[in-house]
């Protein structure tokens, strides 16, 4: 996190207030790093779907992006269950005036059964209420045992002292609290008028699949793209950008026979935990998880079922967080809007049903499955972050970003060794070629200033591959050195071997 502040990826919102708890900004490399995250993610899915590699029925896939609003009909969210079902479980606390996830709260009791009238020690683990309240049931059990508060009878709730209260029996009953954030449209700010801030892009997408089909040429099987924000009044906002209020999510619908439905969420599970490790979250960090039955959100429990792609975040760890669920919606969207508005949403298959003697098919109409990868864009930073991070006590500056060529916010550097002798105006003539030729993948930075140690050592926080320094000798051989962050190596290449050298690994600019 303190990098992160540093070297410019991401800052508190609203810092010089004092901050606001869920809310984040992005500087000047976190917007880029973010930018370029998206950038990928909409190259490999809407522009040149999973590589070009064929869908399970051995054709490519077809895929079309769509942007639609934050603000949607309200009832856009009573049809898809948001209000009804949206919701927390909140408990609480009469005494401190604290609020808590009720199914975030554990309690320290005695090892053995016997309390001999004390009370349960209420904490939120990874807290500093965690280490407090285990003191005070050591002090007052000796031996004790954690455990979810659900697990307590209705008899027991007066004998808890919250995570931060001082006595017993100040927590509320638990009650449902809706992450959707309210907002009114128009001036009169009436009860009719009351809004959402959308709690995920994927409704828009449902309500405009009808347009989509009779707009465009697509067929089903295909899929739509949609990347934007989506807020949540989270109760218990955390672990940095992980939980955040507000977010971008990039999400896939994909539309397809209901007796396809199947193969096409294993290829989909497949291919997104294909594309996470290409983009550099190798190995133990990440993992499939499929979720068990009881885990499964409404729209999911009749379908093949939903698996997370999860990430051994620092605060996790050894535990696991999302990055990105694989869901079998089924049905469950298209048949909730085509209740709630009336209008049919039913697919006309031309290519399905019966075989007539003219050999064309009679056709079927239905209501296509889907298959819905959706995934953090935030999550997805913070996790490459985390796993770019190194340190490597040999350098003098130790901590560094070994972020992939196609991610990194700066792609190149270029320095005078000092800023004099005739040095900068070469490198600045470099500076411009090589930007004049890459500009479309990231930043690419100038700077003269300071000892070349400590700009080496910027550009490795910052996760810049490649540094480029023009010093004496290039003023007489046309030779400049090229630093790699990753071994710190430099090498000496001539001074028109620097575009062919990057654009070797950096792809054509
Ligand atoms: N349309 C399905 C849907 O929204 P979700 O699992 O609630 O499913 C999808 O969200 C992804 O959005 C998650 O895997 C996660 O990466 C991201 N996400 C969800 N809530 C978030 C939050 N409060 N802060 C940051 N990212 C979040």
Redesign the pocket.
């Known amino acids: 996190m303190a990098l992160a502040k540093r070297r410019g990826f991401i800052y508190q919102a609203s810092e010089i207030y004092g901050g606001i708890n869920g809310f984040w900004d992005y500087g000047p490399l976190g917007a880029q790093l973010k930018k370029n995250l998206r950038d990928a993610w909409w190259e490999d899915v809407v522009l040149n779907p999973c590589g070009g590699r064929p869908g399970p029925n051995g054709e490519p896939l077809r895929m079309v992006p769509l942007d639609t609003s934050i603000i949607q009909h309200p009832k856009v969210w009573e049809a898809s269950g948001h209000i009804a079902g949206f919701s927390d479980p909140m408990i609480d606390c009469r005494e401190t005036k604290q609020r808590y996830r009720f199914d975030h709260v554990l309690v320290y009791g005695p090892a053995a059964a016997e309390r001999g009238g004390k009370p349960f020690f209420a904490f939120v683990p990874d807290t500093a209420s965690e280490a407090r309240q285990k003191k005070k049931a050591q002090k007052a059990f000796g031996e004790v045992r954690s455990f979810p508060l659900s697990q307590l009878s209705p008899a027991d709730w007066t004998q808890v002292v919250a995570p931060d209260a001082e006595r017993a029996g100040t927590l509320t009953e638990p009650r449902a609290f809706n992450l959707m954030f309210k907002t009114y449209v128009g001036a009169t700010a009436s009860e009719d008028d009351v809004a959402y801030l959308r ?4 409704q828009g997408i449902f309500v405009q699949f009808k347009n989509v089909i009779d707009t465009t040429r697509v067929k089903v099987p295909f899929g739509i793209a949609q990347v934007g924000k ?1 807020f ?1 009044n ?1 109760v218990t ?1 955390r672990n940095f ?5 507000e ?1 971008e ?1 990039m ?1 896939i619908e994909f539309f397809c026979h209901p007796s396809e439905a199947r193969d096409w969420f294993a290829f989909w599970r497949d291919e997104r935990m294909r594309w996470w490790r290409d983009l550099g979250l190798a190995g133990q960090s990440l993992q499939l998880r499929e979720h068990d039955k009881d885990e499964l959100a409404h729209y999911a429990r009749a379908g093949a079922g939903t698996a ?1 792609i999860e990430y051994r975040f620092p605060f996790t760890a050894p535990g696991f967080g ?4 694989v ?1 079998h919606r089924s049905d469950f969207d298209l048949a909730q809007h085509q209740k709630h508005s009336k209008a049919s949403l039913e697919y006309f298959d031309a290519e399905r049903g019966e075989l007539l003697p003219n050999g064309a098919h009679q056709g079927e109409r239905y209501l296509p499955h889907v298959i ?1 990868p ?3 864009l ?3 930073v913070l996790a490459l972050l985390c796993e770019a991070y190194v340190e490597d006590p040999a350098r003098a500056s130790p901590e560094l970003l070994l972020l992939s060529p196609r991610l990194a916010p700066i792609k190149a550097a270029i320095f005078p060794l000092v800023n004099k002798e005739g040095m900068p105006a070469v490198s600045e003539k470099l500076y411009l070629d090589v930007r004049r030729r890459f500009w479309r993948r990231g930043l690419i930075e100038h700077d003269v200033k300071q000892a070349i140690g400590k700009r080496y050592a910027r550009m490795d926080e910052a996760g810049c591959p490649y540094c480029f320094t023009i010093d004496g000798q290039t003023l007489t051989d046309q030779t400049v050195t090229v630093r790699d962050r990753d071994t710190a190596h430099q090498e000496r290449i001539a001074l028109e071997r620097v575009v062919g050298y990057l654009e070797e690994r950096l792809g054509p600019g």
């Open positions: 709690p995920e892009t994927a989506a949540r989270e906002p950008t992980f939980r955040s209020r977010f999510q999400e997370d999302e990055l990105e669920g869901a819905e959706s995934a953090g935030d999550r997805g």
